[in-house]
């Protein structure tokens, strides 16, 4: 007999964005005409097509592929050189983070990294997870087990760090001792930033805790204020207790290309129930060598053209592009008199409706067929709250803000 991992009886029903696209099938199938008309500022996926430096890459990478002087069969798994040497130099060194090229490990999303890490911990570490929080943090703890079940919308055996209006979105440190906290700042789903004074002192508990934090920077492309720190690594201590996440495809829009890499710094350690310490980077070596084989050869030469200045002035120009949507639809939902945050240096609006907000998703899909994302599928903190994602063509997002000014509600709260 098969017996299953029970642990994924523990999860809850569905993911958010395959409920999200139910609902929307099930409105378009009931009302055709209507469904025509839908625009999507709900699940965070890109429009604008590749830089042209990654495309040129790619062709190149592609015809060198095609004849055997240049051909490339399995490849390092960690990633070429030639894309580590440049993650080191331009995206760590360059802002005094000391980063080398053998910790960064090149992978194929974010998503599958900050899901796989939690592999390295002991089942009964105490996870310290943000409400509201990107899904994929929560879900891969409760399908390892580290959980319990799940009551009113939170897990047990979870210490949920509450980020809401009153902290500015950014939660307090820990009232209990924890193991592994995950951070995501410019974070998913509130466009919440970081100071570097508060960084700091999560990397303060984390040395003082022997914690880890996991910080994943995914959006760090959005950054615009030159106060805020880019990576954990520019905050002094944290090579000893932070491992970094960041991702192309946001960056780049590589969310179908996929490329991304974790960052493990050879300070940063584990600990048996003795004590002995035992550094991660030789344990994510061993779990990335032996279950994954690496990203295509021509993939990361296109993440790699990132890097030229054609590259970078062409990956500016994409995130530039989102902010300028960002911009518009913070501005609208304020005038409106809805509270936001984030969409300064974010992709995302985190907008405060004052209602529920599945209520508030079914109310602009049918008055406005806009699409956004309600915030209770982020955590119980996102009741109330509907995420707006800037990822869409700016026509649309214009013509998508000219339909809710018309229907939503003003509410008289001061927008913040
Ligand atoms: N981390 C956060 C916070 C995200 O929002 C996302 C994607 O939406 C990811 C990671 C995953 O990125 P990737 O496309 O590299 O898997």
Same mark, same amino acid.
């Given at each position: 007999?098969?017996?299953?991992?029970?642990?994924?009886?523990?999860?809850?029903?569905?993911?958010?964005?395959? +409920?999200?696209?139910?609902?929307?099938?099930?409105? %378009?199938?009931?009302?055709?005409?209507?469904?025509?008309?839908?625009?999507?500022? &709900?699940?965070?996926?890109?429009?604008?097509?590749?830089?042209?430096?990654?495309?040129?890459?790619?062709?190149?990478?592609?015809? #060198?592929?095609?004849?055997?002087?240049?051909?490339?069969?399995?490849?390092?798994?960690?990633?070429?050189?030639?894309?580590? #040497?440049?993650?080191?130099?331009?995206?760590?060194?360059?802002?005094?983070?000391?980063?080398?090229?053998?910790?960064?490990?090149?992978?194929?999303?974010?998503?599958?990294?900050?899901?796989?890490?939690?592999?390295?911990?002991? !089942?009964?570490?105490?996870?310290?997870?943000?409400?509201?929080?990107?899904?994929?943090?929560?879900?891969?703890?409760?399908?390892?087990?580290?959980?319990?079940?799940?009551?009113?919308?939170?897990?047990?055996?979870?210490?949920?760090?509450?980020?809401?209006?009153?902290?500015?979105?950014?939660?307090?440190?820990?009232?209990?001792?924890?193991?592994?906290?995950?951070?995501?700042?410019?974070?998913?789903?509130?466009?919440?930033?970081?100071?570097?004074?508060?960084?700091?002192?999560?990397?303060?508990?984390?040395?003082?805790?022997?914690?880890?934090?996991?910080? +994943?920077?995914?959006?760090?492309?959005?950054?615009?204020?030159?106060?805020?720190?880019?990576?954990?690594?520019?905050? +002094?201590?944290?090579?000893?207790?932070?491992?970094?996440?960041?991702?192309?495809?946001?960056?780049?829009?590589?969310?179908?290309?996929?490329?991304?890499?974790?960052?493990?710094?050879?300070?940063?350690?584990?600990? +048996?129930?003795?004590?002995?310490?035992?550094?991660?980077?030789?344990?994510?070596?061993?779990?990335?060598?032996?279950?994954?084989?690496?990203?295509?050869?021509?993939?990361?030469?296109?993440?790699?053209?990132?890097? !030229?200045?054609?590259?970078?002035?062409?990956?500016?120009?994409?995130?530039?592009?989102?902010?300028?949507?960002?911009? /518009?639809?913070?501005?609208?939902?304020?005038?409106? &008199?809805?509270?936001?945050?984030?969409?300064?240096?974010?992709?995302?609006?985190?907008?405060?409706?004052?209602?529920?907000?599945?209520?508030?998703?079914? /109310?602009?899909?049918?008055?406005?067929?806009?699409?956004?994302?309600?915030?209770?599928?982020?955590?119980?903190?996102?009741?109330?709250?509907?995420?707006?994602?800037?990822?869409?063509?700016?026509?649309?997002?214009? #013509?998508?803000?000219?339909?809710?000014?018309?229907?939503?509600? %003003?509410?008289?709260?001061?927008?913040?």
């Amino acid at each position: 007999m098969v017996t299953i991992n029970e642990n994924y009886l523990k999860l809850q029903a569905s993911y958010l964005f395959s +409920d999200i696209s139910r609902r929307v099938k099930q409105f %378009k199938d009931e009302n055709p005409a209507l469904g025509a008309r839908v625009i999507r500022l &709900g699940i965070g996926d890109v429009t604008r097509a590749l830089p042209p430096a990654c495309i040129a890459a790619l062709h190149k990478a592609v015809d #060198e592929m095609a004849v055997e002087a240049t051909f490339q069969g399995y490849g390092p798994e960690q990633g070429y050189d030639f894309l580590r #040497e440049a993650i080191a130099v331009h995206d760590f060194q360059a802002r005094g983070a000391a980063i080398s090229p053998d910790e960064v490990f090149v992978s194929d999303g974010s998503k599958c990294d900050t899901a796989n890490v939690q592999e390295l911990f002991a !089942t009964d570490s105490r996870i310290a997870i943000p409400d509201p929080v990107y899904p994929v943090y929560i879900d891969t703890n409760v399908m390892a087990g580290r959980t319990g079940v799940s009551h009113n919308g939170r897990y047990a055996n979870v210490v949920y760090l509450d980020c809401t209006r009153a902290n500015g979105y950014v939660p307090a440190l820990p009232q209990q001792p924890v193991d592994v906290i995950y951070l995501c700042f410019p974070n998913n789903p509130t466009g919440a930033t970081i100071t570097r004074k508060q960084l700091e002192a999560w990397v303060e508990y984390a040395l003082r805790e022997r914690a880890l934090i996991l910080f +994943d920077a995914a959006y760090v492309a959005f950054l615009r204020d030159p106060e805020l720190p880019q990576s954990i690594y520019e905050i +002094d201590g944290a090579r000893r207790v932070a491992i970094e996440f960041r991702s192309y495809s946001k960056t780049a829009g590589f969310t179908g290309t996929r490329c991304a890499y974790i960052v493990v710094p050879t300070e940063c350690m584990g600990y +048996d129930r003795a004590g002995n310490a035992y550094p991660l980077h030789k344990l994510w070596n061993r779990r990335h060598t032996t279950k994954f084989n690496g990203v295509s050869y021509p993939v990361q030469r296109a993440a790699a053209a990132i890097y !030229t200045d054609a590259g970078q002035q062409q990956v500016r120009g994409l995130s530039d592009y989102y902010l300028r949507n960002a911009a /518009l639809i913070r501005r609208t939902l304020s005038a409106l &008199g809805y509270p936001c945050v984030g969409g300064e240096n974010s992709p995302y609006i985190w907008v405060e409706t004052g209602t529920d907000s599945w209520a508030f998703f079914d /109310l602009m899909l049918q008055q406005a067929q806009v699409v956004i994302t309600p915030g209770a599928g982020f955590g119980a903190c996102g009741q109330g709250y509907i995420r707006i994602s800037a990822f869409n063509d700016y026509a649309k997002v214009e #013509e998508a803000m000219a339909r809710l000014q018309k229907v939503l509600p %003003k509410r008289a709260t001061t927008a913040s």
